[in-house]
């Protein structure tokens, strides 16, 4: 058996979408937003895609389970640093949103590493700040490649990308800081 097998296509999409990271920012920061915008398009694609192969066809695994939510973490994460940088979103807002993923991170590896495996389950309010995002990042990209929406409606949604952020933050790190609590006490008392 090969090393490319069916059971390898959601992690090809996941390296091609990590692949498409260098030429999204690219087309962002020299203002080539309809590429920018079509490149996150098909890298959100290839997410749904890769999502729905592992799921209907039992094609997950380790890598997989790590690469695909990191592919997913840049994307926004960079998506986030081109926007401030083009002046489309304050550098307070990408600061949260960056803040919060290196504290998912290093809490995942902390968690890794002193306490067990981690099973990470996104919780709804982790969903409802993901699609957020990406529909911020969808929005300014088309508000900057066409024609600009309604200041009030992206600060509505900058406002609703800030609240949904700090509270996944906080849900993240009191479950998990719980569970290590709970974890590392029953290792203690053995």
């Known amino acids: 058996m090969g090393l490319l097998t069916k059971r390898s296509i959601p992690n090809l999409l996941t390296i091609f979408r990590l692949l498409l990271i260098l030429p999204f920012i690219l087309c962002l920061m020299n203002h080539h937003?309809?590429?920018a915008?079509?490149?996150?398009v098909v890298a959100g694609f290839t997410d749904a895609l890769d999502g729905y192969l592992a799921r209907r066809h039992q094609w997950t695994s380790r890598l997989g389970s790590i690469i695909d939510p990191l592919a997913d973490k840049l994307l926004i994460n960079i998506s986030?640093?081109?926007l401030a940088v083009v002046g489309a979103i304050s550098y307070w807002l990408m600061?949260?949103?960056f803040a919060r993923d290196i504290v998912i991170v290093f809490?995942?590896?902390f968690f890794q590493v002193w306490i067990g495996r981690v099973e990470y389950y996104p919780s709804l309010i982790s969903k409802l700040n993901t699609f957020l995002q990406i529909l911020l990042v969808v929005l300014l990209l088309g508000s900057l490649a066409f024609v600009p929406l309604p200041a009030l409606l992206i600060d509505a949604?900058?406002?609703?990308?800030?609240?949904?952020t700090i509270i996944s933050g906080i849900s993240y790190v009191s479950t998990w800081g719980y569970r290590a609590y709970?974890?590392?006490g029953e290792h203690g008392e053995q």
């Open 33 to 35: 937003f309809k590429w």
């Open 37 to 40: 915008l079509s490149i996150f």
């Open 80 to 82: 986030f640093v081109g």
């Open 95 to 97: 600061a949260i949103v």
């Open 107 to 109: 809490g995942a590896i």
């Open 157 to 164: 949604l900058i406002m609703a990308v800030f609240l949904t």
């Open 182 to 184: 709970t974890q590392r």
